[in-house]
């Protein structure tokens, strides 16, 4: 995601400071963990980009030789190789992301749940920190999933095809895609400031 | 009378050569600043023309639910900031300008009150470390015409830029770089070292 995004770290060390208990802890311990993730999450984009480049421009010298009428040295093969493991284990990581922003969406779902069986129907009078009710964490929660879930399909797929491909519009929209995330919508980075807004993380 | 609008005139003169020295390193650092952007500017329009001559229904990315909408969107999106940016240095670059452009009429219209009092020998006149006034006045309207020529140029290159005419950005970094004009920054520089001794006296 673009925009700086680190002007305030989330520590598990502050998460101490406050005396919250029970759903408003649970549920400003998962914003910074949503936080968290997303940088996480942009830092491995970044440096499975600098991969996808390489294999790319590896591809494209290959299939130059090709034309050249030069037989193709086997150690490209063997860089495009690594450079592709590499790529696969970056996505590997990502994966591992997407499985604990997972565990965010059910954990604020069962923040939801228990509080439907504590307060009825309705959930609770108050709100619990500024004017979010539970309902609408549990669906920013899916919503940043949802964008998040779309953008690893896409990266696996790119993953699959970008060293099979050799005309170079396409590799480029492979490149381009993975660059630019399109899934994840800047409207994702704003929802993320709404949860760190309403839980506390950033003053109003 | 004319005996002291000159050393008016000289002092005003230094103060302006020593502001064109500042102002020369900012607009240097400036533009070197905005070269970066440029480069950016170029690769989005390149990947903006690879998305178009593919056809994405053709590809294996067919699966994904408006791909090209969104990737449409996120290119004019990643556009408009490096844009933005550019901007902002224009502004940097315009306020540079400005001082520059002040100084000189500054300077000019000091010369102009005073004109009738000043003799021809006495602006004409130069030593080994002074030039004379009227080089002065013109080495400084030379180089207040070359920043403002510099600035209406690069500024009328980017209004005319457009985030769906895609041949204008893929071309803008070339033009960009050929408005560089090396030659009318040595001069300036150049005219910096002729009054070096000048702008040390007093």
């Not at chain 1, 969406?105 to 069986?117: A, C, I, M």
């Not at chain 2, 590809?59 to 900031?81: I, M, Q």
């Amino acid at each position: 995601m673009e925009g700086p995004a680190d002007d305030v770290t989330v520590r598990s060390a502050n998460r101490k400071c406050s005396a919250l208990t029970g759903s408003a802890r649970k549920t400003k311990d998962n914003a910074a963990d949503w936080h968290n993730l997303m940088i996480k999450w942009d830092k491995l984009s970044e440096e499975g980009f600098n991969m996808a480049a390489n294999i790319a421009n590896l591809r494209r010298t290959q299939s130059d030789q090709l034309q050249a009428g030069t037989p193709p040295p086997g150690a490209g093969a063997a860089e495009l190789q690594h450079e592709c493991s590499g790529l696969q284990d970056v996505i590997d990581k990502m994966a591992a992301v997407l499985t604990k922003m997972k565990r965010l969406v059910t954990s604020q779902r069962g923040v939801r749940e228990l509080e439907e069986f504590q307060f009825g129907g309705e959930g609770r009078k108050v709100p619990l920190f500024h004017s979010w009710t539970t309902k609408q964490f549990e669906d920013s929660s899916c919503v940043l999933l949802e964008a998040f879930g779309q953008e690893l399909r896409l990266k696996q797929a790119i993953l699959q095809e970008l060293a099979h491909t050799t005309t170079s519009d396409l590799c480029m929209v492979y490149l381009t895609c993975w660059l630019h995330q399109p899934f994840i919508p800047p409207q994702a980075r704003l929802t993320l400031e709404a949860l760190l807004l309403e839980t506390g993380h950033r003053l109003l | 009378m004319s005996k002291l609008a000159i050393p008016s005139l000289h002092q005003a003169l230094r103060k302006s050569f020593t502001n064109l020295e500042s102002n020369q390193k900012v607009w240097k650092s400036v533009l070197a600043e905005c070269s970066p952007l440029m480069v950016s500017l170029g690769n989005l329009a390149e990947q903006s023309r690879a998305l178009s001559n593919v056809q994405i229904s053709n590809t294996p990315l067919r699966d994904f639910p408006d791909l090209e909408d969104r990737l449409r969107f996120k290119l004019s999106h990643a556009t408009d900031v490096v844009l933005g940016k550019l901007n902002e240095k224009m502004s940097s670059l315009q306020s540079v300008k400005d001082s520059i452009s002040n100084q000189a009429s500054g300077v000019l219209q000091l010369y102009e009150q005073n004109a009738d009092s000043l003799d021809m020998a006495a602006v004409t006149e130069r030593s080994a470390t002074t030039p004379s006034v009227v080089d002065m006045l013109e080495w400084l309207q030379d180089a207040e015409r070359h920043y403002r020529q510099q600035l209406l140029r690069r500024k009328y290159l980017l209004q005319m830029l457009r985030a769906d005419d895609l041949s204008s950005l893929e071309s803008a970094p070339h033009r960009w770089k050929s408005l560089d004009s090396p030659d009318a920054e040595d001069r300036i520089t150049d005219t910096l070292c002729k009054v070096s001794f000048f702008m040390e006296s007093q």
